[in-house]
């Protein structure tokens, strides 16, 4: 790995064009799109993509684009057959073909024949790109922090100045991207030449966090990708790079001026976060997480400092910058003589988990969904499972009602591009529920979300907050969320009583336009009544082990 001196002229210079490569070129172009005013943009290159590499809309109409980068020589007919089938293929209104060199007269007269037959598609060649690029504003999408965004951003680079190390606790839904979003900004505007690396744990996270940075950057910024698929030469300006691939950079003399590591709780899960920050101790560090917690006994603040500032999902409830919360726990097939029973003994978490609660059947699930659905304005779900089978069997099941007749599963089982249709499907409504294993856990923005629903154990209290959080972000029209927990496990009872703790107790903070009340009720009050009576340190049973015993009251058994 070398380093060159800065490439310049932007994004879509004709160097850093000639540096993109095949892989990451269509990137280039998605982003000028945005700039150009573009929505609901999606890169669909890959198998089985009908001819087509970027679809997106604007002014009502859809487009489809064929990209085509050419280190030499030029782009021939081939690509022009390419996009009209893709046209054909998407609906689009328009087709395109760019390259950032230029068409061969074959490829010209093509696209004159199929004008004959149809709306003429449209060729931008590296020269119109350039062009473009010196008429489309600066940044595309206004940005305008919060009080809290504010204050965290801050916070964060006090820290940065006087210790070169940061960490920023923001629930999900609060925006911490767009918190380091602007601390990165920031710092570009008083160093422009500095280099910047972004990292996080996953390929999909990554290519995401490039995308969520470009409405933060200047123009002038060139953003690129590091994984294993993509290894630029050029690493001016930020890179965005899985934990393996940057470490290789690093060991190869590339060295950061500031290091921003995204879902930071992964610091010390296997070494290569250590070994990395351990090399760029002289780098400025920000670490970033929804969920600081860790299932072990590493400690990430001893990388990266006490929070510089935090804001968590209760507080960030009370205070009107989540939607408010309808949690429904569905524990009532308890049975009540074992209940009695168990109050006469200590069992481990294990032992009480298998007396006490019975599986859930699908059906009820379905029906509970159901009911939900019938009181949800623009209803939109996701359904986290247990395994994969689960997800496809469920998802299965609810597509036999003809509210979700397109019911459809989520899964790392499928393929890189069947997982991002059905995505984009769900994200633009013709898709309106999701079943999921784990792949919505992390770093998906799905903000439309307003029913949630457990059909899945989690011992992991971080995971819990994870799905939580995925159904928290406001919009428009969008006050709170419906949580439908089909529990069998003490620790999510005890996780959800925390929640419900922390929300009504005391305390002289600020609301926030808020509209209603957030609500954690069990489905038999029984139960509510009884564990909220033996749960009584519900911190800590969150991340109890197996073995960890609780003592029933005698006397609330007694009265049953």
């Not at 489309?136 to 940065?160: C, H, M, W």
């Not at 599963?409 to 249709?421: E, F, P, V």
Request: hydrophobic content about 40%; aromatic content about 6%.
């Amino acid at each position: 790995m070398t380093e060159t001196a800065p490439l310049g002229g932007g994004f879509l210079a004709p160097a850093a064009l000639r540096d993109t490569g095949p892989l990451q070129f269509p990137r280039r172009i998605e982003r000028l799109l945005l700039h150009l005013g573009f929505s609901d943009v999606a890169v669909v290159d890959g198998p089985g993509d009908q001819g087509g590499d970027l679809v997106g809309r604007f002014k009502g109409e859809e487009w489809v684009l064929q990209c085509k980068w050419k280190r030499r020589g030029t782009v021939g007919a081939e690509a022009v057959d390419e996009v009209n089938r893709a046209r054909d293929a998407y609906g689009a209104h328009h087709a395109v073909v760019v390259t950032n060199g230029r068409f061969s007269v074959e490829a010209t007269r093509r696209v004159d024949d199929l004008a004959r037959l149809g709306p003429k598609i449209l060729t931008w060649t590296g020269s119109d790109l350039v062009a473009a690029h010196e008429r489309v504003p600066d940044r595309f999408g206004a940005i305008t922090a919060r009080s809290y965004q504010a204050e965290a951003i801050a916070a964060v680079n006090k820290s940065l100045d006087e210790t070169g190390r940061a960490l920023l606790v923001l629930a999900t839904g609060l925006g911490k991207t767009v918190a380091g979003g602007e601390i990165i900004a920031r710092h570009l505007r008083q160093s422009p030449n500095d280099k910047i690396l972004v990292v996080a744990h996953a390929k999909d996270l990554v290519l995401q966090l490039e995308r969520a940075l470009w409405r933060h950057l200047s123009k002038s910024v060139t953003t690129r990708l590091l994984t294993g698929d993509t290894r630029p030469d050029d690493l001016s300006g930020v890179t965005c790079a899985t934990v393996g691939s940057a470490l290789n950079a690093v060991k190869a003399g590339y060295r950061p001026d500031l290091v921003m590591v995204d879902e930071a709780h992964h610091l010390g899960e296997d070494g290569q976060y250590d070994e990395l920050l351990a090399e760029l101790r002289d780098s400025r560090v920000l670490g970033v997480t929804a969920t600081p917690w860790r299932g072990d006994s590493y400690d990430i603040t001893s990388r990266l400092g006490e929070p510089s500032y935090s804001l968590g999902i209760e507080e960030g409830m009370r205070r009107g910058y989540l939607a408010q919360v309808d949690y429904r726990l569905f524990v009532d097939n308890i049975d009540w003589d074992t209940v009695r029973a168990v109050s006469r003994n200590e069992y481990g978490l294990a032992e009480l988990n298998a007396k006490l609660f019975l599986p859930q059947r699908d059906e009820a699930i379905r029906d509970e969904l159901a009911a939900a659905w019938a009181q949800t304005s623009r209803p939109r779900a996701i359904v986290f499972c247990r395994t994969i089978e689960h997800a496809e069997r469920l998802a299965d099941l609810l597509r036999r009602n003809p509210l979700w007749s397109d019911a459809l599963a989520i899964h790392a089982g499928l393929g890189k591009r069947d997982r991002q249709n059905r995505l984009l499907a769900f994200r633009s409504g013709a898709t309106p529920i999701l079943t999921s294993v784990d792949i919505l856990n992390e770093g998906v923005d799905v903000p439309d979300v307003n029913i949630l629903c457990f059909a899945r154990v989690t011992h992991s209290r971080r995971i819990f907050v994870q799905q939580l959080g995925r159904g928290l972000r406001l919009r428009d029209g969008k006050a709170r969320v419906i949580v439908l927990d089909f529990v069998s496990d003490l620790r999510r009872v005890a996780a959800a009583l925390n929640l419900k703790r922390a929300l009504e107790a005391d305390g002289d903070i600020e609301t926030l336009n808020r509209v209603a009340q957030s609500r954690i009720d069990f489905s038999d009050q029984r139960v509510g009544a009884l564990m909220d009576e033996w749960i009584k340190d519900a911190a800590s049973l969150e991340t109890a082990y197996d073995e960890h015993r609780l003592q029933f009251p005698a006397a609330l058994a007694a009265q049953e």
